[in-house]
């Protein structure tokens, strides 16, 4: 994926963190639990009586938004620079290491870090790096 950083808007991208951050603090305040998209998606896996309905309807939204902005102004566009193997298994990766890491970055790093958990400090310094050493060693040793 690339970034067309001569378009790239700082008080957009300011107003969307702000808005992530009102959900989540209006979410954990209204329901008490952690907008954590894996934790949401894993519960309904596995749902409670009662539980499915608000998961449904926040996956719903996360599907629906981009589509509601459509109406507004165009999507960038989205150019994935791997084949498809390679994404594959990098989402399995992902979906494992939030089974191991107890949360995926939105639930440490967006919820987390704001209740100063120190075990989602940890998630999101190891997250961070990994991903860091990931673009290095892909794009300065592999070259690719």
């Known amino acids: 994926m690339s970034i067309d950083w001569t378009a790239f808007t700082p008080w957009s991208a300011l107003l969307g963190g702000i808005l992530i951050g009102l959900a989540a603090a209006i979410f954990v305040l209204l329901n008490g639990r952690i907008a954590g998209i894996s934790g949401i998606l894993g519960g309904l896996l596995r749902p409670a009586s009662g539980d499915v309905v608000w998961r449904v309807a926040f996956l719903a939204g996360l599907i629906l938004a ?4 459509l109406v507004l102004a165009d999507l960038p566009p989205i150019r994935i620079e791997a084949g498809y ?4 298994v990098a989402g399995l990766l992902v979906g494992i290491s939030t089974r191991y890491g107890s949360g995926c970055t939105s639930g440490h790093g967006v919820c987390g870090l704001s209740r100063l958990s120190p075990r989602s400090l940890a998630a999101t310094l190891a997250f961070m790096a990994t ?4 673009v290095f060693v892909m794009r ?3 070259g690719g």
């Open 131 to 134: 991903g860091f050493a990931t």
């Open 140 to 142: 300065h040793l592999l």
């Open 66 to 69: 981009p589509l509601a902005w």
């Open 85 to 88: 193997p390679l994404v594959i």
